[in-house]
């Protein structure tokens, strides 16, 4: 009897330390966010700085299976992955529409550029509307950023500007760091473009 109650117990503790070693031996979770462009990385005059024009921004449209905390890459044409360690910290809706608008504002040269509806459409020199058509990440190959954005400018909301873009980069390595560095650098392409349609209404 007693010979039966050392086996169980062996057996219970092994099961208890081999329980322990797999949940030591999991990875931990790695979050992520977009960066906006840095300061210097901006040209603008300081006749622009001085009468900075004001700008909104909708909250940026994203299709539904990006909207999720895993960070989502494509392997092949159809297949989707999701990474079960790789998260966004956050929305990613909102990270881009944040970044978006700082961009924007770096750009600009200008501090009244917000996301709607801290400032009304009606009283914005110009709003802007995006919409992300496809993000295609495949890890050690490429990052694709395919948006639809438009300009409205002044109280009337008149349409300036409605373009497609596409920005597709290649990647370096297949780490999550650097693919999410790259789908920054794709959106501060698409930043630039904006705001040079801006400056060209000016």
């Not at 509806?117 to 992300?132: F, I």
Request: with cysteine; proline share 4%.
């Amino acid at each position: 009897m007693k010979n039966g109650l050392h086996l169980l117990r062996a057996f219970f503790l092994a099961t208890v330390t081999l329980l322990l070693a797999g949940c030591a031996s999991s990875p931990s979770a790695r979050f992520y966010t977009l960066t906006p462009l840095e300061r210097q990385e901006a040209k603008y005059s300081s006749q622009e700085a001085a009468n900075p024009i004001s700008v909104s921004i909708a909250p940026v449209e994203i299709p539904d299976y990006l909207d999720r905390p895993q960070i989502v890459t494509r392997d092949g044409r159809n297949e989707l992955r999701l990474a079960e360690f790789d998260l966004w910290a956050g929305s990613l809706r909102d990270n881009i529409t944040a970044v978006l608008a700082e961009n924007l504002s770096t750009l600009l040269g200008s501090d009244r550029v917000s996301v709607y509806p801290r400032m009304h459409g009606e009283k914005a020199d110009y709003s802007v509307t995006m919409r992300v058509l496809r993000l295609d990440c495949a890890p050690g190959d490429r990052v694709l950023l395919k948006v639809q954005w438009t300009v409205f400018a002044g109280q009337e909301r008149k349409d300036v500007a409605t373009r497609m873009t596409t920005f597709a980069e290649s990647l370096s390595d297949s780490r999550y760091e650097t693919m999410v560095a790259t789908v920054s650098h794709a959106l501060a392409q698409v930043s630039r473009e904006i705001a040079r349609e801006i400056m060209e209404q000016k």
